[in-house]
Structure formats: structure tokens, C-alpha cells
């Protein structure tokens, strides 16, 4: 008789996840370079077009944030000040009770603009300091490569992952990580979110859309097997130089539901939730899956390979599959629409599910047929590496923030996530995304709020910086000292 198991394992990890680019701050010191992310500006509610998941920036937007007499404001290049106030903020996080953060690293931090032949010793002097702090408190790395960032340089000479080049640039930064780290760090992803490409040129890839060489969505795919490739040999380097290190892949995971039972929009939504996996197909099975093929063929899209392409990435496939899970969306065939790109952001939303302040489905039963859906296709250990509530919340005079919404989401999903242990999935860990407040992704606004630490700073950068505890943290604190046992 098979034994379920009855709750999280013993060895489950828990804990947070961020990016450098939304909390490090310390945009030009110690010798770091621009990124692609310190161009993105703050977007007031009033002028966004309803899209929250990206930032975009064409050629004349590039030009004119560089220039002398710029006044645009770009809160990512503040951050909330990780990079001076990282002791204080890992000790909160240990105080919490985390046993993995996840953390990445800036790329021109480390190699300002891609293309210097030695790195830059103090932003790698900077990583030690933090990994020397985790482990002080016990916490696990979990270290994402490249997170939605690279040096700006590499857009301007290269137009981004459009271009091969940026495949031995992008080893040279992973194995200069390696060597320097293999001691302190076990746990890798190589790309945050691999198929945002089909969402964002410029966010998933550095690529400017208006000094693409050919379509928009062959730069997407060709891009893709750019980091395809730079992943897989990735994965090679680390295995050889780092033998216990677990090395996975990310995408963003949304569940797409048929709109009706239909059969052309279970066709369709078939069809949507493919190009989403073809990501980990790739990476956990090292081919191309042959819808895709026949995708590329129906839509002129030619992949250009070099000799070796396609050993190197069936012989270096990834360990486990991480991703994020934020909401689930519907799938409906339109023969007017022949946009089938596997788009991250869908304006279908499902009648029978509540909608965030942002206006995200909340849907956390959806969280475990996600779970159940990869582990069954894919049978790799998965971890959830982002998973929360972005809203705005409010700080009371006694310096108390009451985010019960925020406890009740996560119950919700962390409810889903033992279910999905009991039906026999590998879940190895858990963390949430934005543990302490940053800086938004897409609007680079600071008032759409996920932490369990509330940041004493506003959507214009004004603010003391000082932290308070939420309810939410004593909350999460029960819930790892339980081992998710207690989720009220």
C-alpha cells in the first residue's frame, strides 16, 4: 500500500525571494555598471494601459534616459537599500525563521558591461558579504543568475539576447559565479522566468523591438534559444565544477482554463498552456517538442542553430523546474486573433474567482493542479520561488501594518500546496515573493506592496527606510516553525 505523505517533509525549505534590481539600490557604486533594469521609470496608475507584468523601453526611450538633462525617476536604481541594509534585513528574515532566501546577482555588478576581461572584485566582495550573513542564520542561497537584468552595454552594442554573443558573456559571468561561490551556494536557477520573452523583448531579453533584424516573435524565439543554449552549458559548467550543486529552470506558471467546454477553446487553451511548457520541455527534456515544430513552420519562424545546438542541450538538462505562480487565466479560440504566442498576460478573467487590487485572479486551487500538472509531465522536483499578494497597505501610527488579506492569501495557498504533496508530488520549497517590500517589476512603484516587512518609502523614493514588522511576519513565523502544520 502506498503511504502518502501527510504534510511538508522535514527538510522543506522556506523562505523569500527577490531580485537584485528591485532592492539592491547602489546603482553606480563600487564600480557596478547600468542595466537594462536601471531604465525602467516609475509608471503613475493614471498613465498605465492596464498591463502589470513587464516594462518596455524602445530606442528613443533609451536615448533619452541617458541623456544629461533626463528628469525621468527610476526607482529601481535606489532599491530599498539592500546593498547597505543587508544585515539588518537577513536578520529579519532569519528572525522569521527562513532556511532559504532567494537572492540573484547584478550582472554589471559583477562585469559593468559584459565584455571586461576580469570581473569586478568589489561587487563580488558584496556577494560574500551577504552569503557570509545567510549562513551565519543558517539560511540557505538560492541564487538566480540572471533575473530580468544585464549590462546595459550588451543592448546598445548587441540589441540584447538577440544576438549569439551574448551565450560565452553569459558563461563567462556564470562561471566567474561558480568558482567564486561554489563553497557558499547549492542551489541555482539560470534564468528567472525564461518565457517572459514571449511577453517583453526588452524585460526578458535586454531586446530593443524597434532595432529588431527580422519579426518581432522570431527575435523572441531565436533569443530564447540563445539562453537555451547559455542555460544548458551553464548547467554543463556547474555540474563539473560544483558536483553537489542543483541547478534548475523557471517560468512563469499561470493555469489557463477553457473559457467553455467548447471544443476549439479547449483546442485553443491546449494550444496557450504548450507554448508556456515549452520552456521546461526544452530544459528538463533537452529537445524541442514537436508542436513546436510545426508552430514554427505554420508561422515562418526559423530557429538558426549551430552544430552541437541540440546535444548540448539534450545532454544538460536541469535538475528541478522553479517557478512563479500568481494567478490562473481563460483560454478562448478568436479566428480573428492568430496571436497564439503563448502571451503571459491574458484580459479573459474567470467569472468565479475573486480579482486582487491589481486585478489578478486569486486562485489558489489553481496552485495545485500547477503542481500536479508539471510534476505529472515532468516528474523533477519543482519549487515555487514566487507566490504572494501585491496591495497597498497601510501603516498604522503604533507602526503596525494589519495585512490580513496578505495572511489569508497565502493560508489559501499553502492549504493547496499540502494537498499537492498528498497527491504525490516533489515539492521541495517555498518562497514568496517580495518577503520584504521592493521596488514593482512593471511600474516600478513602491505602493504595490508583498512583503511581511513593510519599507518606510513611497512611490517617489521619500521615506526613512525603516522597517516594520507586519502581522503577516509573525504569521510566517508560525507557519515555518510548524512546518506548515499551522496556517491559522
Not at 563567462?172 to 541555482?188: G, P, S
Not at 530593443?208 to 539562453?227: P, V
Not at 541540440?310 to 535538475?319: E, G, H, Q
Not at 497564439?340 to 478573467?349: I, M, R
Request: overall charge negative; hydrophobic content about 35%; glycine content about 6%.
Amino acid at each position: 500500500m502506498l503511504n502518502k505523505a501527510k504534510g511538508f517533509p522535514e527538510n522543506f525549505m522556506w523562505g523569500g525571494a527577490t531580485a537584485a534590481n528591485q532592492l539592491e539600490g547602489a546603482y553606480n557604486l563600487d564600480g557596478k555598471g547600468l542595466s537594462t533594469s536601471d531604465m525602467a521609470p516609475f509608471v503613475p496608475k493614471e498613465e498605465r494601459d492596464g498591463a502589470d507584468f513587464t516594462f518596455d523601453v524602445d530606442s528613443k526611450q533609451l536615448e533619452e534616459y541617458l541623456g544629461e538633462d533626463c528628469q525621468v525617476y527610476f526607482p529601481k536604481r535606489q532599491g530599498i537599500d539592500f546593498y547597505h541594509r543587508y544585515k539588518e534585513d537577513i536578520a529579519l528574515f532569519a528572525e522569521m525563521g527562513f532556511n532559504v532566501f532567494r537572492l540573484s546577482i547584478a550582472w554589471p555588478r559583477i562585469f559593468p558591461t559584459g565584455e571586461e576581461s576580469e570581473p569586478n572584485e568589489a561587487g563580488l566582495a558584496f556577494y560574500d558579504k551577504v552569503f557570509d550573513e545567510l549562513r551565519k542564520y543558517n539560511i540557505e542561497p538560492l541564487v538566480t543568475i540572471s533575473h530580468y537584468e544585464m549590462p546595459l552595454a550588451l543592448t546598445e552594442k548587441y540589441n540584447g539576447w538577440e544576438s549569439r554573443e551574448l551565450i560565452d558573456l553569459y558563461l563567462k559571468f556564470a562561471n566567474t559565479l561558480f568558482d567564486r561561490y561554489k563553497d557558499k551556494v547549492k542551489y541555482w536557477i539560470t534564468f528567472n522566468e525564461m518565457n517572459m520573452m514571449l511577453t517583453s523583448l526588452y524585460t526578458g531579453g535586454g531586446i530593443l523591438e524597434d532595432k529588431i533584424k527580422s519579426s518581432k516573435e522570431q527575435a523572441a524565439y531565436q533569443a530564447t534559444h540563445h539562453q537555451f543554449v547559455a542555460s544548458a552549458l551553464a548547467v554543463k559548467s556547474g555540474r563539473e565544477k560544483m558536483p553537489n550543486a542543483k541547478i534548475g529552470c523557471m517560468i512563469c506558471r499561470l493555469e489557463t482554463y477553457a473559457a467553455t467546454c467548447k471544443p476549439e477553446d479547449v483546442l485553443q487553451t491546449l494550444r496557450e498552456d504548450q507554448m508556456n511548457l515549452f520552456y521546461p520541455e526544452v530544459q528538463v527534456r533537452g529537445e524541442y517538442p514537436f508542436y513546436m515544430e510545426r508552430y514554427f513552420a505554420e508561422n515562418d519562424i526559423v530557429i538558426h542553430k549551430e552544430p552541437g545546438d541540440d546535444a548540448i542541450l539534450k545532454n544538460n538538462t536541469v535538475d528541478f523546474i522553479a517557478f512563479s505562480y500568481y494567478m490562473t487565466y481563460l483560454g478562448k479560440y478568436d479566428p480573428t486573433n492568430k496571436d497564439n504566442s503563448g502571451c503571459l498576460v491574458s484580459q479573459l478573467k474567470n467569472p468565479h474567482l475573486e480579482l486582487s487590487e491589481w486585478g489578478w485572479p486569486i486562485d489558489p486551487t489553481g496552485l495545485r493542479i500547477a503542481l500536479n500538472r508539471l510534476y505529472d509531465r515532468y516528474h523533477v522536483p519543482l519549487f515555487i520561488v514566487e507566490n504572494g499578494l501585491g496591495a497597498i497597505d497601510v501603516l498604522e501610527e503604533d507602526g503596525r501594518v494589519h495585512d490580513d488579506y496578505r495572511i489569508d492569501y497565502l493560508q489559501k495557498h499553502i492549504a493547496q500546496m499540502k494537498e499537492a504533496i498528498q497527491d504525490g508530488v516533489d515539492l521541495i520549497g517555498y518562497t514568496t515573493w517580495g518577503p520584504i517590500d521592493i521596488i514593482s517589476c512593471s511600474t516600478s512603484e513602491m505602493s504595490k506592496r508583498y512583503g511581511f516587512i513593510y519599507v518606510d518609502q513611497d512611490d517617489e523614493g521619500k521615506g526613512s527606510l525603516t522597517r516594520y514588522r507586519k502581522d503577516s511576519f509573525y504569521w510566517y513565523k508560525k507557519v515555518i516553525e510548524s512546518n506548515g502544520e499551522i496556517l491559522e
